[in-house]
């Protein structure tokens, strides 16, 4: 009887274990109501809708849960709260390593120049006004950083960073890191907003 109980749980845990590429092929699968605003990649063609492809799947997680939370949590927004409201734990897992997984596009651009106000709060912030740079915590080229789960920047759509910035600002979006983002914010003004979201969407 013991040995028939010990091969029935092994045999349970064996039709329940994935390797981390059928993790990925079934994310794909979850994945399918993603797609009209993010694209069936991850790389969304509307500007306020934010590319997931490429994106630490950590990072991807940690939102996921912060929308389910609802109207009480850091991060509310309805359309993504009827989304993922009766999604679990491992839906979650799945579809953050599918679009994980993906090739980030870069943005097309009809000039190539560069946003020089944007570049250096990038780069440099505005020491005099306690603005760090970006860059000390996403990286030079917004590559991001997984374990401290700041995320990825480079080739995202400025639309939708502009946007995220003015939610951090307005407090509308709490779920950032020790309240980084909400501090940097609100030191700064929509026309540096809007053009360091110009700079790092042409990284």
Known sequence: M????IFFIFFFVS?????EEENIEIGKIKSSVCFTCHGTDGNSVVPMFPKL???????????????????????FDPIMYGIVQDL?????????????????????????????LGKKIYLSGDLKRNIISCSSCHGSLGEGNE????????????????????????EIRKNDVLNIMKDISKKMTDEEIISVSEYISML
């Open 88 to 116: 679990s734990s491992q839906d979650f897992l799945d579809i953050a390593l599918y679009f994980s997984s993906q090739k980030i596009l870069p943005n097309i651009f009809e000039t190539k120049n560069i946003n020089t």
């Open 53 to 75: 492809a490429g994106q630490f799947s950590k990072y991807l997680i940690k939102q996921l849960e912060s929308f389910k939370q609802g109207e009480l949590g850091l991060r």
């Open 15 to 19: 039709l329940n274990s994935y390797s």
């Open 2 to 5: 013991f040995r028939f109980f």
């Open 147 to 170: 374990f401290a789960s700041i995320p990825k920047l480079r080739h995202q759509h400025s639309h939708y960073i502009s946007l995220q910035l003015q939610k951090y600002k307005s």
